[in-house]
């Protein structure tokens, strides 16, 4: 009977710790706080990234992430790039964004790289085209002409903007615009991508 009680003690307790973690991860966005309280107490926890990553495969996903982002959890990257493919809203690679640094940036620029790249064969959620546009831009990535060409063809607005705004980024790196695409942005539909025509082409 005793180890019996012992045994359910120890069970109770894990479920204790898991409840805690998600409890203090939605008092995160509380107040600025709230977030720094939770925060601290969650960095404390040793299981936490054992946690974490058993959590991206459940509802509590979305709530994972934003721990993870928090505290830059990078434990958690081999889970991130096996979902990441199955992402629908940007929400694994903002992420794995946030987990960049000096060691990991060359692998997740490919990671990154190949999943727009395969956006020119497999649909890519117009959100994730952006977040993807937006990290390579930041990363310095050099995309290819025919990709550019293909992304800014988009019937999409954001992701034709993103494009320019990528492309702008590269200018700035003394790279010239693809081939007839400063043209074709500035009779743009989209007043937004018309006018980041005009300052393509507008700088020297």
Known sequence: MKAWLALLLIAFSAHAEEVAWTKLARQMGRSEAARREA????????????????????SDKYLALEVITALGVK???????????????????????????????????????????????????????????????????????????????????????ATLEYVRSQQARGRKPPGGIVYEAKKDPSERVRALGVRLEAKP
């Open 75 to 161: 434990e958690t990257l081999p889970d991130l790039e096996r979902l990441a493919d199955r992402d629908e809203n940007g929400a694994i690679h903002l992420t794995l964004a946030a987990l960049l640094d000096e060691k990991n940036l060359a692998h997740l620029e490919k990671v990154f790289h190949e999943r727009l790249m395969k956006s020119k064969s497999n649909p890519v959620p117009v959100v994730l085209q952006v977040i993807l546009l937006d990290t390579l831009s930041r990363m310095g990535t050099k995309l290819d002409d025919g990709l550019i060409l293909s992304l800014f063809n988009s019937s999409n607005a954001y992701v034709r903007e």
């Open 39 to 58: 925060v601290r107490q969650l960095s404390k926890r040793k299981e936490l990234p054992k946690q974490l990553r058993a959590a991206l495969n459940t």
